[in-house]
């Protein structure tokens, strides 16, 4: 059974310019949350889709941005990039619809703003 | 808010010695308390997690402890092994509240020769 694929694995973006990043989520899997991990911060909860509806949310301004696809398919955007958006940002998928402490997570995008 | 904390940021042990690692957190209302390890270039991994009811759970080689009156969770890892080595994330989880968890911030366990 495949893992949680995530593409790209890396990017180097120039400040003010816009990212998409994907996730596939493990097949049968319906709900995709997004996290942010830096050194400084940790890893942050961005936020978490389910049936192509945004269940959840973090503490991240509208310039992070996400949708999902009837196939569970995630795409996160972050637009007008800052210095501070470089990050490892990080797809887990969940089995169980109603949450679940198991989240299968992808390897990762690293994202550098330059 | 839910805040969640680990006690030490590198933590170093000898092969074959039991390693303890450290959370503090803030809400008690979390429902479950979990443990990730993530290994260098990968994502983090599911380990153990605790019921809030609960003050022990074990699983294989490794063994979790809650501590509700001072909101402390440890994992204590039996016979640690050089493939133990990576970055270990305690984190909360509570009822309703879909996929999110919150996640401390990580203590590096070292495991020496």
Redesign the interface.
Known sequence: KAG?TQTPRYLIKTRGQQVTLSCSPISGHR?V?W?QQTPGQ????LF?Y?SETQ??K?NFPGRFSGRQFSNSRSEMNVSTLELGDSALY?C?S?LDP???????????TRLTVV | GESVGLHLPTLSVQEGDNSIINCAYSNSASD?F?WYKQES??????II?IRSNMDKRQGQRVTVLLNKTVKHLSLQIAATQPGDSAVY?CAV?R????????????TQLKVEL
């Open positions: 949680v709900s949350s996290y940790g890893l942050q909860f978490e389910f269940r959840n973090g990080l887990a969940s109603r949450g679940d402490t198991e989240a299968f997570f992808g390897q990762g | 479950y979990i270039g990968k994502g983090p991994q599911f997690d994330f989880w009822a309703g509240g879909g996929n999110k968890l919150t996640f401390g911030t990580g």
